[in-house]
């Protein structure tokens, strides 16, 4: 009988587990569902890795944008191979996707910029594989547009730079330089070529290097050469910096380093390029690692004893690697790995509760990882420590 009482007991307590949520009762959040809540993934000690999308095909750009003014943190924008743009909108540790676009092949170029006065505030800039240039728009009410404002007939849309007051810059494969502007017929873009390159600009930064004239834009290509640019009078004013018989990938810079231009090798190489005070420009290689790196960044992500210098590299091999400078030694650590190769790397402030940036890596893998480190972390002296360490190392 005491043996037929527990049974009934337990059957009624699992009965009890079983049962089926009230109307109206929410749903609890999936464990791993970025949408719903912080989903951690695992990474080296003193970091934390949180998943921002899981994706259904791979991530080839992201970069963190404020394309909302009313929100203050800025959005994550990450341009898939199904041609959509996916505007990311965070909410106290959660991530809602708004994916915008359907250009059915992948979306390479990316800018954010307040190119057009028709237009309250900045703009999204966007195209790839197809030719297509598209413009979105953000709203008050939260909501987000995007319309067709350019095409580059048989050409690829690469890299895209805004100019401030000039328009948009459009670097295509084949290798071409166009400019657009906001002052067509009908209210249409107008474009206009700057002629051909000798090679697919790969990647583009802005950048005001002291002694070099004034703000510019760096590139490198897969030709091999590492240049600025000036946009003047009567077109593009090139100037090299670097070349060599291997192509080059990724370009980083820093505007708390102004003087310095980091960028990749298809071979595995980081290059360092530092711009002395009588002109001369001092190349050394700092890294040399796995072949194809795809993803580049620097700033400071290390409040470490004697680290002077801190760059970020993410590439084929699907590792997030930390390259530390002390002295005049450079080290190299791996911070995360990812489920597949990695194609983009991007810095962005997505954490206060540090005294550091934050990293973004996408690629093959479909998904969008933070890497940051953790609360307290280089903070000001006095600042509160986490209030959990425990749960803190145990979502590493």
């Not at 929410?26 to 000690?45: F, R």
């Not at 409040?303 to 930390?322: C, H, I, M, R």
């Amino acid at each position: 009988m005491r043996t037929l009482l527990l049974f009934v007991s337990v059957l009624s307590a699992s009965a009890a587990c079983a049962l089926p949520r009230a109307a109206g009762d929410p749903a609890p959040p999936a464990a791993d569902d970025p949408a719903q809540g912080e989903v951690p993934l695992p990474a080296a000690d003193g970091w934390n890795a949180r998943l921002l999308i899981d994706n259904d095909v791979g991530i080839w750009t992201v970069k963190p944008f404020q394309v909302f003014p009313q929100y203050a943190s800025p959005e994550v924008v990450g341009l898939d191979d199904k041609g959509r743009c996916i505007v990311l909108v965070s909410y106290s540790g959660k991530w809602t996707p708004l994916p915008r676009v359907s250009d059915g092949k992948w979306l390479g170029g990316l800018a954010h910029a307040d190119l057009d006065p028709r237009a309250a505030g900045a703009e999204l800039y966007t195209g790839g594989q197809l030719g297509n240039l598209y413009q979105l728009r953000a709203y008050p009410t939260g909501a987000l547009d995007s319309r067709l404002i350019g095409h580059f007939p048989g050409r690829e849309i690469h890299t895209l730079i805004p100019l401030a007051g000039r328009g948009l810059l459009v670097f295509t494969r084949p290798g071409g330089l166009w400019l657009m502007t906001p002052d067509g017929a009908d209210g249409e873009w107008r474009q206009t070529s700057y002629g051909e390159l000798d090679g697919r600009i790969r990647d583009a930064v802005p950048v005001d290097i002291p002694g070099t004239g004034g703000p510019a834009v760096a590139a490198v290509t897969r030709a091999g050469w590492l240049r600025l640019m000036r946009l003047g009078e009567h077109g593009p004013e090139w100037q090299t910096i670097w070349q060599t018989e291997m192509g080059l990938g990724r370009l980083a810079w820093d505007p708390e380093r102004p003087s310095v231009l980091y960028h990749t090798l298809d071979d595995g190489r980081v290059m360092r390029h530092e711009r002395g005070a009588a002109g001369a420009w001092k190349h050394e290689t700092i890294y040399q690692g796995p072949q194809g790196p795809r993803g580049l960044v620097a700033g400071r992500f290390s409040d470490e004893p004697g680290v002077d210098e801190t760059v970020a590299v993410f590439g084929y091999s699907g590792k997030v690697q930390l390259l530390s400078r002390r002295g005049a030694a450079w080290s190299a650590e791996t911070i995360f790995q990812d489920r597949d190769k990695g194609h983009w790397l991007a810095v962005a402030e997505l954490d206060g509760r540090n005294g550091t940036r934050e990293l973004l890596a996408s690629g093959y893998g479909a998904r969008i990882v933070m890497l940051a480190r953790p609360p307290g972390y280089g903070a000001a002296e006095g600042a509160l420590p986490p209030a959990d360490e425990a749960a803190q190392e145990g979502a590493r």
